[in-house]
């Protein structure tokens, strides 16, 4: 299996950390310091996850030069899907014209897109698909508290698309995927689900919000990231030397920095781009991927490993040699 093509797309909305002190007590110095995010895309009032997933998953049909009927089964990895059901997969793959195809979402939080790679890998290596169209799309503005300085300063929307096909070479090369749903609450949409459905009580509580142990989660972030990055890279039998792009999940600079540190990969090698996206949850890997590929910095035959954590809680790698 390879990767065809990759696109991105983004809300034309951008959010900056100095419109966020028009309206929270916080500043851009201490979002800038302890996040690394500078700006944020928001999606209008009209806009939803399948607007932008459909936008992204365009150019990558359009680069791949493909119709959307070439391509067997739709994937949306999406924490933020248009409807808690029907999957937000089944209206993207109608709208690009593939009624009939397979198609559904993959629910992992930030975890999604590596989830979505890992089980697209599974059924194009089987032989199930010749072509699994996988985006990771996200708008998170949605759901965030926008009077919770904790959380709304650093969320963003967008979506990410990959064509994943059937290919002589195998671009997969080993992953680890993991899960400990022992504490929902660390980072959970609490109301709107089956445990707690919305009524009034729930909105006037703000339950209908993202909620986060921020520093729960960001211990969490790092030795996740550092474990499921050394088992992949065994699985694959490789090593933290072959790497030759470490793209990680943008949840916060800091995280990254720590995990870099501990696995001593030099700065040059790791993809970045937090400071205009913010945390795109699925979408931000594939985002990151695609303007890597944009910018012709990842070349036939690189090693690039995939790596993120998020809400189950949850993690996961994938080593990939890029074809
Ligand atoms: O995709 C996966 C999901 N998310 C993550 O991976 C996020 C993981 N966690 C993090 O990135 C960090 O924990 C945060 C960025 C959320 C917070 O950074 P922190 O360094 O862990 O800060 P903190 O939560 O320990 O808060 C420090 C202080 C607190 O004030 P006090 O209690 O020390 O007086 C907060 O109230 O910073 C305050 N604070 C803010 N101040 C200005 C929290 N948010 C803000 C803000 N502006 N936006």
Redesign the pocket.
């Known amino acids: 299996m390879r990767i065809a093509s990759v696109a991105r797309h983004a809300p034309s909305r951008v959010v900056t950390n100095e419109d966020?002190e028009r309206w929270?007590?916080?500043?851009d110095e201490?979002?800038s310091v302890?996040?690394g995010m500078k700006r944020r895309h928001w999606a209008a009032d009209d806009e939803a996850t399948s607007d932008l997933a459909i936008a992204a998953a365009r150019r990558a049909l359009a680069d791949a030069k493909l119709e959307a009927g070439d391509v067997d089964c739709y994937i949306v990895a999406t924490a933020t899907p248009d409807y808690i059901f029907p999957a937000t997969a089944c209206i993207v793959a109608a709208k690009l014209g593939a009624v009939g195809k397979a198609a559904f979402d993959l629910s992992i939080?930030?975890s999604g897109f590596i989830y979505g790679l890992t089980v697209a890998a599974g059924l194009v290596r089987s032989g199930v698909y010749q072509r699994i169209l996988l985006v990771g799309a996200e708008t998170l503005s949605k759901i965030v508290n926008k009077q919770d300085?904790?959380t709304a300063?650093?969320f963003g929307d967008g979506a990410g698309a990959v064509v994943l096909e059937a290919s002589e070479e195998d671009s997969f090369l080993g992953a680890e995927l993991g899960a400990d749903g022992s504490n929902p609450s660390t980072?959970f949409q609490e109301a709107g689900g089956s445990r707690h459905p919305v009524d009034h009580a729930a909105v006037d509580a703000g339950l209908q919000y993202v909620h986060?142990e921020?520093?729960e989660?960001?211990k969490f972030?790092v030795t996740s990231m550092i474990a499921a990055t050394d088992v992949a890279l065994q699985r694959a039998h490789l090593s933290r030397q072959d790497i030759d792009f470490l793209i990680p999940?943008q949840?916060?600079r800091?995280?990254i920095d720590a995990a870099v540190k501990y696995l001593e990969l030099p700065r040059e090698r790791v993809l970045v781009n937090i400071q205009e996206y913010g945390?795109t949850?699925a979408a931000s890997i594939p985002i990151a991927l695609a303007e890597a590929v944009e910018e012709r910095r990842i070349s036939r035959g690189d090693v690039v490993l995939f790596v993120g954590?998020?809400?189950g809680l949850s993690w996961g790698a994938v080593v990939w040699r890029w074809q």
């Open positions: 966020f929270l007590d916080t500043t201490w979002i302890r996040t939080a930030c300085r904790s300063i650093l980072l986060m921020g520093r989660v960001f972030a999940h949840a916060n800091r995280i945390n949850s954590f998020g809400a």
